[in-house]
């Protein structure tokens, strides 16, 4: 599964001192129309970040 990698990446990057690293989940397939909307999300968290 995905998401268990996911978290754990989180968790490494949190302990690393990135305190703000986030995952998210959602319930939908590995195509364009379920995750475009989460990509847009994060991409502009990131960005409005400085």
Same mark, same amino acid.
């Given at each position: 599964?995905?998401?268990?990698? +996911?978290?754990?990446?989180?968790? %490494?990057?949190?302990? +690393?001192?990135?305190? =703000? ?9 590995? =195509?364009? &129309?379920?995750?475009? %909307?989460? &990509?847009?999300?994060? &991409? ?7």
């Amino acid at each position: 599964m995905v998401l268990p990698a +996911a978290r754990r990446l989180r968790d %490494t990057l949190a302990a +690393a001192g990135y305190e =703000d690293a986030v995952c998210r989940g959602f319930n939908g397939g590995h =195509d364009d &129309l379920c995750w475009r %909307t989460e &990509l847009a999300d994060g &991409l502009v968290d990131l960005l409005s970040r400085g």
